[in-house]
């Protein structure tokens, strides 16, 4: 991840949005070294309040969960977790 000055990000600001825009990836702003800022992507799932993240996380477990292939005809689930703890 980019970091930047906060003299330099004044400076340069509108290079730095489009360049966050184009990328999609995050710039952190400092001020002495130390992290004062992020500039982010408005779709970026870190910017958005808490409610819609959560639903956001939630809906990305559900499209894995969509993924994953049912277990195989009368096998038990209990089978394969006893299965995966011996790997």
Do not use: N, Y
């Amino acid at each position: 991840m980019k970091r930047v000055g906060l003299f330099d990000a004044k400076t340069h600001l509108s290079q730095l949005v489009t360049e966050v825009h184009q990328k999609r990836q995050r710039i952190i702003i400092q001020r002495r070294g130390k992290d004062m800022a992020v500039l982010a992507p408005c779709d970026d799932p870190s910017t958005l309040p808490d409610e819609q993240r959560a639903e956001w996380i939630l809906a990305g477990i559900d499209r894995l969960l969509a993924k994953q292939a049912p277990p195989p005809p009368g096998q038990r689930l209990k089978d394969l977790i006893t299965e995966g703890r011996k790997r």
